[in-house]
């Protein structure tokens, strides 16, 4: 019964357009009345030992890193590299964005903020050269999946946080993964 009340609470508060942190805090202090059990003291204490975890700090810094490697035009320098090794293989655009995908990956660990550098780089050139646009976009966002396998990932270090596991050997083994995703793209 205590349960069907805090998935209620927690379903209701959700539907009416409130966000996961807020209505998982209603639903709990709901439940804890519910039970007779409520301390304004745990609920603070909880909210403020959720928020206070070291780990947890690399997730804003990675998307802050992708950022100023955007701004700073680090993503155009990968390009280049990528279009210098395997450009001027036969379909080499698509190559280029395979690798700039896999090296942007083991520095800002999203795959959002990679997909969204890549795609104002390389859709461009690629229409340019004569590729379909909605092809060249998917090649890309497909590409962009490498982001969260290849370490640093922001995926590996919230599992690592939460699930308890070592952040090292996540990241060690999400390399062959993620090499192996580029070679299969590709």
Known sequence: MTILIFVGALLGTMAIGMPIAYALLISGIALMIYMDMFDAQIVAQNIINGADSFPLLAVPFFMLAGEIMNTGGLSKRIVNV???????????????AILAACILSALSGSAVADAAALSALLVPMMVQAGHNKALSGGLIAASGVIGPVIPPS???VIFGVVGGVSITKLFLAGLVPGILIGLGLA
């Open 82 to 96: 990528a279009l210098a090794l395997v450009g001027h293989v036969k379909g080499g655009l698509g190559y280029v």
């Open 154 to 156: 922001i995926g590996f």
